[in-house]
């Protein structure tokens, strides 16, 4: 089973929202295939309706079948998609058709339920495998309120214009993100920021080929305290960090161990499991998950060599799927002290379908609790010490967050 989300930061340029969930055993899809191709016809073409048409039939057709609530949350999903059918298959591009046809998705008020299209697929799973890819040099991470700058990479095109941590990106070209093309190499945009104080900020970058950001970072701090931090379950960085806490219990104690969660976009839940046994010396329960098609608990072995010292988590509000069901399991059997800010609750199982142009469908398809049935979608994860950093502290560099959890590991006997 594999979680994979909406709330992950996202390079500047990628259009659609990824969405957090768990795939589960579906067996008319196949996802240890690669990405087909993306399917390529003339803007404004007929063509170019005729495979709208046929996408939007299967998408909402899989939606209608697999979605987990089978009152669809009110929607009458019938009648909504055959209403709303006209105006979006009479889209002229790729990208105005799949944000037309997200808009239908969303009303169903699920984050994990939703539509990528293929060229932003095909550039988004190339990030994941840590492939070099065109960018302007800044991370956005989603809230309630937009999207937000929540990195600038030093001498990136968005370093050198000025652009700011905390900054709203508004527009793309006069389009919303979800609308806007994903950057190439030499193109510029025009991006339309809003700052702390309301002010408007107008920038034209220039997208430039940049090495892909480590998707993993393993460091032993002053006070002998081991950080693990990881953008997602995935089975490398997993490893790594599981080589790294199975060293402490031979090789190289510590005082205590930092698993760093924030911004985490889940991943597989297989290997969350595989990890949380790295951490527990009995077995537990990390979840349970319901749906129309599924009621069953998520159970956690102890690995050889699990490392049973002391642990502090830290989440944010990007911390997401995965992340969010780790945390709240090890939270509520009191096996970690859970740090940093509240989560947003992105946590909902879905599986993933190829669409017949290469774009991707991700379908809600299982309700995730923790092990007492604690609901933590829209609810979330709230720290045992809730700590959020201020704006002037995150544009200078400040881990306070972190700061704070190497101060609790150190100071305890």
Same mark, same amino acid.
């Given at each position: 089973?594999?979680?994979?989300?909406?709330?992950?930061?996202?390079?500047?340029?990628?259009?659609?929202?990824?969405?957090?969930?768990?795939?589960?055993?579906?067996?008319?899809? =196949?996802?240890?295939?690669?990405?087909?191709?993306?399917?390529?016809?003339?803007?404004?073409?007929?063509?170019?309706?005729?495979?709208?048409?046929?996408?939007?039939?299967?998408? *909402?057709?899989?939606?209608?079948?697999?979605?987990?609530?089978?009152?669809?949350?009110?929607?009458?999903?019938?009648?909504?998609?055959?209403?709303?059918?006209?105006?979006?298959?009479?889209?002229?591009?790729?990208?105005?058709?799949?944000?037309?046809?997200?808009?239908? &998705?969303?009303?169903?008020?699920?984050?994990?339920? $939703?539509?990528?299209?293929?060229?932003?697929?095909?550039?988004?799973?190339?990030?994941?495998?840590?492939?070099?890819?065109?960018?302007?040099?800044? *991370?956005?991470?989603?809230?309630? @309120?937009?999207?937000?700058?929540?990195?600038?990479?030093?001498?990136?095109?968005?370093?050198?214009?000025?652009?700011? +941590?905390?900054?709203?990106?508004?527009?793309?070209?006069?389009?919303?993100?979800?609308?806007?093309?994903?950057?190439?190499?030499?193109?510029?945009?025009?991006?339309?920021?809003?700052?702390?104080?309301?002010?408007?900020?107008?920038?034209?970058? *220039?997208?430039? &080929?940049?090495?892909?950001?480590?998707?993993?970072?393993?460091?032993?701090?002053?006070?002998? +305290?081991?950080?693990?931090?990881?953008?997602?379950?995935?089975?490398?960085?997993?490893?790594?960090?599981? @080589?790294?806490?199975?060293?402490?219990?031979?090789?190289?104690?510590?005082?205590?161990?930092?698993?760093?969660?924030?911004? $985490?976009?889940?991943?597989?839940?297989?290997?969350?499991?595989?990890?949380?046994?790295?951490?527990?010396?009995?077995?537990?329960?990390?979840?349970?998950?319901?749906?129309?098609?599924?009621?069953? =608990?998520?159970?956690?072995?102890?690995?050889?060599?699990?490392?049973?010292?002391?642990?502090? &988590?830290?989440?944010?509000?990007?911390?997401?799927?995965?992340?969010?069901?780790?945390?709240?399991?090890?939270? @509520?059997?009191?096996?970690?002290?859970?740090?940093?800010?509240?989560?947003?609750?992105?946590?909902?199982?879905?599986?993933?379908?190829?669409?017949?142009?290469?774009?991707?469908?991700?379908?809600?398809?299982?309700?995730? =609790?923790?092990?007492?049935? +604690?609901?933590? @979608?829209?609810?979330?994860?709230?720290?045992?010490?809730?700590?959020?950093?201020?704006? *002037?502290?995150?544009?200078?560099?400040?881990?306070?967050?972190?700061?704070?959890?190497?101060? =609790?590991?150190?100071?305890?006997?």
């Amino acid at each position: 089973m594999t979680l994979n989300l909406r709330l992950p930061p996202l390079l500047i340029g990628l259009a659609a929202l990824v969405l957090a969930a768990c795939q589960s055993t579906v067996p008319y899809v =196949r996802t240890d295939q690669p990405a087909p191709a993306p399917v390529v016809v003339a803007d404004h073409s007929p063509e170019r309706r005729a495979l709208n048409e046929q996408v939007y039939d299967e998408a *909402t057709r899989w939606v209608g079948r697999l979605f987990y609530r089978s009152d669809f949350g009110g929607v009458d999903w019938d009648a909504l998609t055959a209403t709303r059918r006209e105006a979006v298959v009479a889209q002229p591009d790729e990208f105005a058709f799949y944000d037309n046809l997200n808009a239908v &998705i969303e009303t169903l008020d699920d984050r994990h339920t $939703n539509v990528r299209a293929p060229h932003l697929r095909v550039r988004t799973e190339a990030l994941e495998r840590g492939e070099a890819q065109a960018t302007y040099g800044m *991370t956005l991470r989603w809230s309630p @309120e937009g999207w937000f700058v929540h990195v600038v990479r030093p001498d990136s095109p968005a370093d050198r214009a000025g652009v700011q +941590v905390g900054w709203e990106a508004e527009t793309f070209d006069g389009r919303s993100l979800e609308a806007s093309l994903p950057p190439s190499e030499g193109r510029s945009e025009e991006i339309v920021f809003t700052d702390e104080t309301g002010a408007s900020h107008a920038f034209t970058l *220039t997208a430039e &080929i940049m090495p892909a950001m480590p998707q993993h970072h393993l460091e032993r701090l002053d006070g002998d +305290v081991l950080l693990a931090a990881f953008e997602g379950f995935d089975t490398a960085p997993v490893e790594a960090v599981m @080589e790294a806490i199975a060293a402490l219990r031979y090789e190289q104690p510590a005082r205590g161990v930092i698993l760093d969660l924030r911004g $985490n976009r889940g991943g597989s839940l297989y290997e969350m499991t595989r990890l949380m046994g790295m951490l527990v010396r009995e077995p537990m329960i990390a979840a349970v998950m319901t749906g129309r098609f599924v009621d069953q =608990r998520i159970a956690v072995d102890p690995a050889a060599g699990a490392y049973a010292g002391p642990l502090v &988590i830290l989440v944010d509000a990007a911390s997401v799927s995965a992340a969010e069901v780790l945390a709240a399991a090890f939270q @509520e059997s009191g096996r970690a002290v859970v740090m940093g800010e509240r989560t947003h609750g992105v946590v909902v199982a879905s599986r993933h379908l190829n669409l017949p142009d290469g774009g991707r469908l991700s379908v809600g398809m299982q309700e995730l =609790r923790t092990p007492s049935g +604690v609901v933590l @979608e829209k609810r979330g994860v709230t720290p045992d010490l809730e700590i959020a950093p201020t704006l *002037t502290q995150r544009r200078a560099g400040e881990d306070v967050v972190l700061a704070a959890a190497v101060a =609790r590991l150190t100071s305890s006997p």
